[in-house]
């Protein structure tokens, strides 16, 4: 192997790229500095460079084509220049499909039949030649400084779509990174190893600390290729990323035996995820909690300490929003098919539990079941709205207790952080899939 291939190699090594595209890069260079120091503004010239002898071979590359009347490349050429005019007057540039409507014949890419008959007497039109050019002895130092910049280059390009196309297979996916810091706009620059990825105000957890030099989990929203490189936008707020995070802690579900149907969450305080199976030898719920509760431990803990309400998902509407609405225990639910709108009924001292702290378990169990749900207290005509606001919601019920509310405030307003050990029963509210009347079991 020649002083220019291990060159060569120890850059593909070093950049992780391929042999052929530091190559490529390297003719690509090579083309243009000949066609700045030897050649003519109108070669389309490729370049074909031995790495083991260091020789080089230069074509001028042009389709054969009619030809085309000196006068009327004149007047061509004065109404591009018209349209161009014209077009900068209005902020913009022609098109390429516009130059290419107005120009008949292009000089670096194609060669008027008349010229082409002293190269090749038997070209037929549309062919396309590669007529070989002298190569001067002084090309490659001449040319040697300004291959180095379009080689530098091209590197550069080669190696942000390697790591574009290592990120865009993650889109919809969960990746490890660590906090950096907070930019000017409020964003999270999170270091993800060869690139860093961003975490917009909208998809930061309310309450949620992003502490420099932490390592977190997140959602990868998208992967973009802009100007000046893969953009990479994450978050810790999306639905999804509760998805993907049951996918790969719970093996029914990432199998797909057990099935998630759907997911309401207000990020950093609470989801809603109703689970399915069609295996009646398989417990959804049982399956997401584990032993002792050793799997949904985990996948509170990624969340950031968010409590999780895994729901028995049923096809029967009126059975599906009893359960959305655990952990209250409702007596019956009326329902109007039409409108979408449903009345739970429960008991008064259910009527708290049902609505929730600023009435987020009814607007979770909303938003799980798709139905518009009104919890009234049986009996009187005590009625709270998912729609409704939540302080008007707040307003509405009784208070809860002291301890339950400290303890809230405590898991939303501090960073989130939940342990294996302090796991409490609050955390963790498991709908049973039969009639039997447990409102929570202990996660722990």
């Keep these: 192997m020649s002083d220019v291939a291990k060159a060569i190699q120890h850059i593909c090594d070093e950049k992780g790229l391929e042999y052929d595209v530091v190559l490529e890069a390297i003719q690509t260079a090579l083309g243009a500095a000949y066609r700045k120091d030897f050649g003519s503004r109108q070669g389309n010239y490729k370049v074909k460079f031995s790495v083991e002898t260091g020789d080089i071979q230069v074509w001028d590359v042009k389709e054969v084509v009619d030809d085309v009347d000196e006068e009327q490349l004149e007047k061509d050429q004065e109404e591009l220049t018209r349209r161009r005019e014209a077009a900068q007057t209005e902020g913009r540039d022609l098109t390429d499909e516009e130059v290419e409507d107005l120009v008949r014949f292009n000089p670096k890419m194609q060669i008027m039949m008349s010229e082409v008959k002293a190269i090749k007497k038997d070209a037929v039109i549309g062919e396309i030649l590669e007529i070989e050019q002298e190569v001067p002895g002084e090309f490659g130092r001449m040319a ?29 996916q969960i990746v490890s990174g660590i906090v950096q810091r907070r930019d000017r706009s409020g964003s999270i620059i999170v270091d993800l190893g060869k690139i860093t990825g961003i975490v917009g105000q909208d998809d930061q957890v309310k309450g949620e600390r992003y502490r420099p030099g932490e390592r977190m989990q997140f959602f990868v929203i998208s992967v973009e290729m802009g100007s000046r490189g893969p953009q990479i936008m994450l978050s810790r707020t999306r639905k999804d990323m509760v998805r993907v995070v049951f996918e790969q802690e719970i093996p029914e579900i990432g199998s797909g035996e ?3 149907k759907d997911i309401s969450r207000e990020p950093g305080q609470r989801s809603k995820v109703a689970v399915w199976t069609d295996d009646g030898s398989i417990d959804p719920i049982g399956s997401c909690i584990g032993q002792r509760g050793s799997r949904i431990t985990t996948i509170i803990e990624e969340l950031g300490g968010e409590k999780i309400d895994i ?58 079941t798709g139905w518009k749900i009104k919890v009234q207290q049986d009996g009187t005509d005590t009625v ?6 939540a302080e008007n919601a707040e307003a509405s019920v009784s208070t809860e207790s002291s301890t339950e509310e400290e303890s809230e405030k405590e898991e939303v307003t501090e960073e989130p952080k939940a342990k294996k050990e302090e796991l409490k029963e609050e955390d963790t509210v498991i709908e049973p899939s039969t009639d039997e009347k447990t409102d929570t079991k202990d996660a722990s």
């Design 144 to 172: 040697a400084q300004t291959a180095k910049q379009v080689v530098i280059q091209k590197l550069r390009e080669a190696e942000r779509n390697s790591v574009y196309d290592d990120f865009k297979h993650q889109e919809g």
């Design 258 to 260: 057990v099935v998630i």
């Design 311 to 368: 729901i028995q998902y049923s096809d029967n509407a009126e059975e599906f929003i009893k359960h959305a609405l655990s952990p209250a225990k409702i007596i019956r639910v009326e329902l109007n098919e039409e409108t979408k709108d449903a009345i739970a009924f429960v008991a008064e001292d259910q009527f708290s539990l049902a609505i929730g702290r600023n009435g987020q378990n009814v607007r979770l169990a909303a938003e799980l």
């Design 384 to 389: 709270v709205s998912s729609e409704d606001e």
